[in-house]
């Protein structure tokens, strides 16, 4: 039961955000020129000093309600090779489980829909019929020069609703790069667990920190956020390391490209030690063998429609 109440809050706390702005209900025309004006302020944000971190992220967490968006610029990849990867319900398993606390994921088409399934566990080895499921609607779309994905879920765990994933990429050539600028944005609205999740960020999450800055400590030095907006930060960037991850190693062999983007993703992750550090690099990666092959055998059985049957986890290498 304890275990099964630590996954609920990883996915609480993983996805209680608010959205930060109605972009379905933006004109092709005003959402280029928005993603343009928003590369510009980025530039800016980048050759700032005091701004060490490699992307621009914003969250607000107050009584009623939080929400994050992160700015990044994924070099060197142009706009098409990104559209025909990401508008694939299938490719997005190739990265979303490489996040420590997701468990599997799997893609069905119902009809005109297309459906994600996450699942959402503990941080350490779970198997996919004791994590906690997640499905989201999800469709693509070009608006002009950007192209946009959104996964959708109206109902999620605790009572949660409206869970929201974003992303928008438009291409950018200037005199020194040429690649992808992206925001990607996470929203949902909180359910009757918002206490529990409460709990678990005064007790076992009491000691983790986000990025922001909210002052300075006696000592001078800057003292992140914590808390619920802290722990908004750190499952955001742990979304876009799994997206830029896939991009960086989609140029290796195929046989070789699990094994490069579970290292990646971890090394990538430790940059941010202080924010991201959850498990040692040898159990996040065997876990992940582990629960890659508990993917496929889910995701074969949906193709089967069969129950799948996973190996035990003492028969694992």
């Known amino acids: 039961?304890?275990?099964?109440?630590?996954?609920?809050?990883?996915?609480?706390?993983?996805?209680?955000?608010?959205?930060?702005?109605?972009?379905?209900?933006?004109?092709?025309?005003?959402?280029?020129?928005?993603m343009r004006r928003n590369y510009i302020e980025f530039?800016?944000?980048?050759?700032?000093?005091?701004?060490?971190?490699?992307?621009?992220?914003?969250?607000?967490n107050d009584a009623s309600n939080s929400w994050a968006s992160i700015r990044y610029f994924l070099d060197s990849v142009s706009l098409d090779t990104f559209i025909a990867r990401l508008k694939q319900p299938r490719e997005w398993c190739e990265f979303i489980p490489l996040h420590l606390n997701i468990k599997a994921c799997s893609y069905?088409?119902?009809?005109?829909?297309?459906?994600?399934?996450?699942?959402?566990g503990i941080k350490g080895y779970v198997?996919?019929?004791?994590?906690?499921?997640?499905?989201?609607?999800?469709?693509?779309?070009?608006?002009?020069?950007?192209f946009v994905v959104n996964l959708f879920a109206k109902d999620g765990p605790l009572d949660s609703s409206d869970i929201d994933f974003d992303i928008r990429a438009i291409s950018v050539e200037d005199q020194n790069r040429q690649g992808i600028y992206l925001e990607f944005d996470l929203?949902?609205?909180p359910g009757l667990a918002s206490s529990l999740a409460r709990l678990y960020l005064a007790t076992v999450a009491r000691n983790k920190i986000g990025f922001s800055i909210e002052g300075k400590t006696w000592s001078g030095k800057p003292k992140f956020v914590g808390g619920q907006r802290g722990a908004t930060e750190r499952n955001l960037v742990r979304y876009l390391l799994s997206i830029e991850t896939y991009f960086a190693t989609?140029?290796?062999?195929?046989?070789?490209?699990?094994?490069?983007?579970?290292?990646?993703?971890?090394?990538s992750t430790d940059r941010f030690r202080e924010q991201l550090y959850e498990l040692?690099?040898?159990?996040?990666?065997?876990?992940?063998?582990?629960?890659?092959?508990?993917?496929?055998?889910?995701?074969?059985?949906?193709?089967?429609?069969?129950?799948?049957?996973?190996?035990?986890?003492?028969?694992?290498?």
């Not at 996919?128 to 950007?146: E, R, Y």
Request: charged share 25%.
């Open 1 to 34: 039961m304890a275990r099964r109440l630590s996954q609920f809050l990883v996915l609480l706390v993983g996805f209680s955000w608010w959205p930060m702005s109605c972009w379905a209900a933006t004109g092709e025309n005003d959402l280029s020129e928005t």
């Open 43 to 60: 530039v800016a944000a980048e050759a700032d000093e005091s701004n060490p971190l490699p992307f621009l992220l914003e969250s607000v």
């Open 108 to 120: 069905q088409e119902l009809g005109d829909r297309s459906i994600l399934s996450f699942y959402v």
């Open 127 to 146: 198997t996919p019929d004791n994590a906690h499921l997640l499905k989201l609607d999800f469709q693509s779309k070009t608006k002009g020069d950007v």
């Open 187 to 189: 929203s949902s609205v």
């Open 250 to 267: 989609l140029g290796m062999p195929a046989e070789k490209q699990f094994k490069q983007r579970v290292e990646h993703w971890y090394d």
């Open 280 to 317: 040692e690099k040898e159990d996040y990666i065997s876990n992940k063998y582990r629960e890659r092959q508990n993917q496929e055998i889910l995701q074969q059985a949906i193709f089967n429609k069969v129950e799948p049957v996973y190996v035990p986890e003492d028969r694992l290498k």
